[in-house]
């Protein structure tokens, strides 16, 4: 696994994660129908919360980010964006693990949207998330807190 480390954002992320998003949702938005060049990115703009997204860095470089949203019954895991090339890696394994074990010491659900037939679906499934409900375009699930 690569050297890496996770970081806060801060609000001068924004473009390089809008840009990882258009980057990593590519093939699954134009396999759902759903692809537009500008919105992809403002989407993220619009919802870019520096106070609950951390960036993921590579060597020292910008390569993912990923935010843990509270809520009121669950926090939301969002934006969760990794590149391409490192994908597979076990670094996005290893920075969920840590998430999911800050949630399971809170005793906090964690709750997500995944694209439909985004292969990123089998990662959740592997650290305990299930399916919820689902539409046209989203799978949503849950994970319920783990006891140590």
Request: with cysteine.
């Amino acid at each position: 696994m690569a050297d890496w480390r996770i970081r806060p954002a801060t609000p001068a992320d924004v473009e390089a994660v809008a840009e990882l998003r258009a980057v990593v949702l590519r093939a699954d938005l134009e396999r759902l129908g759903r692809y537009d060049e500008q919105r992809v990115r403002q989407r993220l703009r619009d919802g870019f919360d520096p106070a609950h997204t951390r960036v993921i860095e590579v060597d020292g470089a910008f390569a993912g980010c990923v935010a843990l949203r509270p809520a009121a019954d669950a926090h939301w895991l969002e934006h969760f964006y990794l590149a391409p090339r490192l994908q597979g890696s076990g670094i996005g394994s290893a920075v969920l693990r840590g998430l999911l074990e800050r949630c399971d010491r809170d005793g906090i659900p964690v709750r997500l949207n995944v694209l439909r037939g985004s292969p990123a679906r089998r990662l959740y499934e592997r650290h305990g998330f299930t399916r919820e409900t689902e539409d046209a375009v989203d799978v949503f699930m849950v994970r319920g807190p783990r006891a140590g």
